[in-house]
């Protein structure tokens, strides 16, 4: 059974940049699509790209082109998500999720990011 | 604004059914059998409940069903129960350069 453990909570500067790990037990890490989901505090869920692993191609939302970056280290079965250029906005809970048969399962955690001066 | 159009909030009473919409386009919704749904309670991280339009993963009660008409997806919950009270999203694929996308969510109370 797969399950998908993140990193701890962050607090940072406006400007500056977050990295979030998400590391997968169970199942073949480099087999499986990992995406990355947000919500902010009170609002909805928002996709924000995706990695193949065994491939390396990472996709992003629109939204965060240029500004987000999905990794995956094979070897130690993780998956990064860095956002650069932070802001206010970007305070939110992150997830990262496996993507089966087109629906996202599981889902790790979640790792509060908290954006303030 | 979301790119799934779900109501705010649906409510029933224990036993009852209740059915929770999600409307998008034929680039998304309408244009695949790829809408999935989800149920968030409250700290927690979200659960799939239904995948490529109306299939059940493992686990997950006979209880949820899923079906598609056109551009709008449905989520129906029969035999309402205190437990289902929680937030549910849709998602679908999308034709466009953002892959996925969400509804904005729907609140269910049982009453």
């Known amino acids: 059974q797969v399950q998908l453990v993140q990193s701890g909570a962050e607090v940072k500067k406006p400007g500056s940049s977050v990295k979030v790990s998400c590391k997968a037990s169970?199942?073949?890490?480099?087999?499986?699509?990992i995406s990355w989901v947000r919500q902010a505090p009170g609002q909805g869920l928002e996709w924000m790209g995706r990695?193949?692993?065994?491939?390396?191609?990472?996709n992003y939302a629109q939204k965060f082109q240029g500004r987000v970056t999905i990794t995956a280290d094979k070897s130690t079965s993780t998956a990064y998500m860095e956002l650069s250029s932070l802001r206010s906005e970007d305070t939110a809970v992150y997830y990262c999720?496996?993507?089966?048969?087109?629906?996202?399962?599981?889902w790790g955690q979640g790792t509060l990011v908290t954006v303030s001066s | 604004q979301s790119a799934l159009t779900q109501p705010a909030s649906v409510s029933g009473s224990p036993g009852q059914s209740i059915t929770i919409s999600c409307t998008g386009t034929?680039?998304?919704?309408?244009?695949?059998?790829?809408v999935s749904w989800y149920q968030q309670h409250p700290g927690k991280a979200p659960k799939l409940m239904i995948y490529?339009?109306?299939n059940r993963p493992s686990g997950v009660s006979n209880r949820f069903s899923g079906s598609k008409s056109g551009n709008t997806a449905s989520l129906t919950i029969s035999g309402l129960q205190a437990e289902d009270e929680a937030d549910y999203y849709c998602?679908?694929?999308?034709?466009?350069?953002?892959?996925?996308?969400f509804g904005g969510g729907t609140k269910l109370t049982v009453l």
């Open positions: 169970g199942g073949t890490f480099s087999s499986y699509t």
């Open positions: 999720a496996r993507v089966v048969l087109m629906g996202f399962d599981p």
């Open positions: 034929s680039s998304d919704v309408g244009g695949y059998n790829y």
């Open positions: 490529e339009v109306s």
């Open positions: 998602s679908s694929y999308t034709s466009s350069s953002t892959l996925r996308v």
């Open positions: 990695i193949i692993p065994i491939l390396g191609i990472a």
